[in-house]
């Protein structure tokens, strides 16, 4: 059931279109995270970034259907330049939360779920989110370098 709506929400609602950028482009950044994540946000911020944090919600935070609440749901809306979804195993609220973004670029993991992300990152499920952060930059820093 829980999926039958997502993909109702997922058929009326993803009409982003992917703008592809460069690391140096790249100004304001939303991360996506199961857990906090200081050393990355304070990286990003002494390279000039502007960084938002959405944490993954836990079960209490979500309804029925697993979507997030309304005030999650409209932090990742906001427009932003780069997505960074960090999750590192594929969730029903972290799809909820990619679809609802404004991002002009969303990357991250490979995951099942097909045109969420504009960038896939092929990484092991379950590994820490440092490596996939690694492997994300040194993508961006490639494109158009």
């Keep these: 059931m829980k999926k039958l709506f997502y993909n109702y929400y997922k058929r009326h609602l993803l009409k982003r279109e ?5 690391w140096s482009e790249i100004r304001t950044i939303l991360i996506l995270t199961p857990q906090p994540v200081p050393d990355i946000e304070q990286e990003l911020q002494q390279e000039g970034k502007k960084t938002w944090t959405v944490f993954l919600p836990g079960e209490k935070e979500v309804n029925w259907v697993g979507r997030p609440s309304p005030e999650l749901m409209d932090a990742a809306a906001i427009p932003v330049d780069l997505l960074i979804d960090l999750q590192q195993n594929e ?4 799809n909820y939360l990619t679809l609802a973004s404004a991002a002009s670029l969303c990357i991250g993991r490979r995951r099942e779920e097909e045109g969420l992300l504009d960038v896939m990152m092929d990484m092991p499920a379950g590994e820490s989110v440092r490596p996939l952060y690694e492997q994300i930059r040194k993508y961006l820093r490639v494109i158009n370098g």
């Excluded at 992917?18 to 460069?22: F, Q, S, V, Y």
């Design 18 to 22: 992917a703008k592809m950028r460069n």
């Design 91 to 94: 969730t029903l609220t972290g």
